[in-house]
């Protein structure tokens, strides 16, 4: 069975402190790897999709990296306005549907 | 305008009462999703669907159903409502052709009293 852990579960950083938010997973045939960031009553929006090891994509202040068992989003410098949910997600083997992970909440003060 | 939509944004209803949730996209998409969310316990699969005649259960689909009227419209009807019902509900869609990324509505908040 796929399965998603997420941790920390909350986060509280100051304006400008980098950090990481970690992804470890379990999955027979990983097809990819998502990060979606969720605000408060809303629905989670896209950020990346990851599909092999060792691959790296960027936005802005985020960076999410792949590992055979982890991933990782890094956020650099964050500001307030970063203060959301992050879900990591994944689909694995011949299962079109998504696992997700509880999410880390992130709480930016400035 | 946004590309997936749902309808109501908010519901408060009663115990034993039949809802509909509705979903309508403009991405084109051929699958359509239905997600409940609940604190602690993340998204979980409630409906999915393929193309209009494909429907399947996803891991929490009792006392639930869906409707698959048309590729850009997806319903979720809850035939008698309980209060463990109460949640933040999502639809989805997905482009079967391109990436496993799925892209979410707004979502629906129900409160069963």
């Known amino acids: 069975e796929d399965q998603v852990t997420q941790s920390p579960e909350a986060l509280r950083l100051q304006e400008g402190e980098s950090s990481s938010l970690n992804c470890s997973y379990t999955?027979?045939?990983?097809?990819?790897l998502f990060w979606y960031r969720q605000d408060p009553g809303k629905g989670p929006e896209f950020l990346f999709t990851?599909?092999?090891a060792g691959e790296e994509k960027e936005k802005e202040r985020l960076k999410a990296t792949l590992t055979k068992k982890e991933s990782f989003l890094h956020i650099t410098a964050p500001k307030p306005e970063d203060s959301a949910t992050y879900l990591c997600?994944?689909?694995?083997?011949?299962?079109?549907?998504?696992?997700f992970g509880k999410g880390t909440l992130l709480t930016v003060n400035p | 305008d946004a590309d997936v939509t749902q309808t109501p944004r908010n519901r408060i209803t009663k115990t034993g009462k039949r809802i509909m949730l509705e979903c309508s996209q403009t991405k084109g998409h051929d699958r359509m999703y239905w997600y409940r969310q609940d604190p602690g316990l993340g998204l979980r699969l409630i409906y999915y669907?393929?193309?209009?005649?494909?429907?399947n259960k996803g891991e929490i689909s009792d006392g639930y159903s869906v409707s698959r009227q048309a590729q850009a419209k997806f319903s979720l009807s809850l035939e008698s409502a309980i209060p463990n019902q109460t949640a933040l509900y999502f639809c989805a869609t997905k482009d079967q052709k391109s990436t496993d990324t799925q892209y979410f509505g707004p979502g629906t908040r129900l409160t069963v009293l």
């Open positions: 669907s393929f193309d209009v005649k494909d429907i």
């Open positions: 999955v027979s045939g990983l097809r990819g």
């Open positions: 990851l599909y092999s």
């Open positions: 997600a994944l689909s694995g083997g011949s299962n079109y549907k998504l696992t």
